[in-house]
């Protein structure tokens, strides 16, 4: 669980962030959870466009990332969503420090 701090402190990252993954209407498909798992392992803060022909919703795809992948939501603004967990391949030099 992540304290209001560590939340904001991941916000102002993803601001400047292009989202790395579109959801259409297939919705989050097993593929698409795979997709997500490597994007996270690569790049920790990940950033979801969920388009409109898609039958989620932002916070239900954060849910199901959460339970999934052990991801922490992050943010949700619009059909904009920001997830995030700690990477297990980086060095500890390159990941992201939570304050």
């Known amino acids: 669980m992540m304290t209001g701090k560590q939340r904001s402190f991941l916000k102002s990252l993803s601001n400047p962030l292009r989202p790395m993954m579109q959801l259409g209407k297939g919705g989050l498909t097993p593929e698409a959870v795979k997709q997500i798992d490597v994007l996270l392992n690569d790049h920790e803060l990940l950033k979801i466009n969920i388009l409109n ?47």
């Not at 898609?54 to 916070?59: N, S, T």
């Not at 959460?66 to 969503?81: P, T």
């Open 53 to 99: 022909s898609c039958p989620l919703e932002a916070r239900e795809v954060a849910e199901t990332l959460s339970e999934s992948l052990k991801a922490e939501f992050v943010s949700a603004l619009g059909r904009k969503l920001v997830v995030f967990r700690s990477s297990r391949t980086k060095d500890k030099v390159n990941r992201i420090q939570l304050p």
